[in-house]
């Protein structure tokens, strides 16, 4: 027996993944499948075939955009050069426009969506793992401590620019944040 109907054309899912990603980023979490199709270029239909519903689009949007923020792990041969870039690239982040509002609705997201709170859990630990070869090469150097508590490390970080960026207070200075992640404030 033949399949019934055309095969799912690549392009157009693509088209519609895209626009539900660029909504999300745009709009936050309140988009909806009549806006993506819009932004597609496609009808109605072509989006509900691709997405049973609209928190299924919403969250393979989520992933894909939490899969795209994954920037290159920086290598300039210091421990704080390296954190340099990843604090002034994530600072830079965050201060673009929208980015802090979209934050702040995808984390009360999170609140009410189990699977919400599972993408970002997944995405933020895989990002810091990812990132943790600069600390496998600072230690190797000998600018860390063979025992240091990494996700400690990272959280400090992490930690303050989530809480930050949740609140709407300004973000530090990146020099500071590396200066404090390095040094603490003791004398």
Do not use: C
């Amino acid at each position: 027996m033949m399949a019934r109907g055309r095969k799912p054309d690549p392009a157009v899912d693509a088209r519609i993944k895209r626009a539900a990603v660029e909504l999300l980023f745009g709009k936050g979490p309140s988009f909806t499948m009549d806006e993506v199709a819009a932004a597609a270029g496609v009808g109605r239909a072509s989006v509900f075939r691709r997405y049973a519903t609209k928190r299924d689009m919403m969250l393979d949007a989520l992933r894909t955009a939490m899969d795209a923020q994954v920037t290159a792990v920086p290598d300039t041969g210091s421990l704080e050069g390296d954190l340099r870039v990843i604090v002034t690239e994530t600072l830079a982040a965050w201060n673009a426009p929208g980015i802090a509002e979209r934050t702040r609705e995808t984390f009360g997201e999170a609140g009410r969506d189990p699977a919400v709170g599972e993408i970002l859990r997944t995405a933020m630990r895989d990002r810091m793992t990812r990132s943790w070869a600069i600390y496998d090469r600072a230690i190797a150097r000998g600018e860390l401590s063979a025992d240091a508590d990494l996700w400690l490390l990272s959280d400090m970080f992490v930690g303050l620019v989530v809480y930050r960026g949740l609140i709407g207070v300004p973000q530090p200075d990146p020099s500071g944040v590396v200066r404090a992640l390095l040094h603490g404030f003791a004398r």
